[in-house]
């Protein structure tokens, strides 16, 4: 569940969103769709906790996105529109990355990313660099 009410960035160049208000219940996909500026990656940034809202509210999955950070990122995935630090880890060491924020138990882990790889067909190329791909 996300709930957003009255969140605003204000960027010295001028507002990057004014005034966002929105709910998307659980279970629900939802999309921001708008021209370059209107505010999209702003808002998503607001929501992951890359950017602190200048004003207003989030919550993500019950927890407001700025006192319980921690738990909104236990909750959420996010893939960056660039990854910079992902191309340097292999597929394998990603995963393992993933399971380590979520909190995965360490004796699940080897279980659960043979089965996740093999259901993606990338167990050949599992220690490749991700930036070889």
Known sequence: MIEVRGSTKEYPSGEGVQDLSFHVPAGQLF?????????????IKMLTGMLVP???SARVAGC?????LLAVKRAIGYMAEHPFLYEKLTGREFIQFIADVHGVPKRDRVERARRLL???????????LIESH
């Open 31 to 43: 999309d921001f769709l708008g021209p370059n500026g209107a505010g999209k990656s702003s808002a």
């Open 64 to 68: 407001d996105v700025v006192r319980h």
């Open 54 to 56: 200048t004003s207003g």
């Open 118 to 128: 093999q259901a993606v067909e990338l167990t050949e190329s599992a220690d490749a």
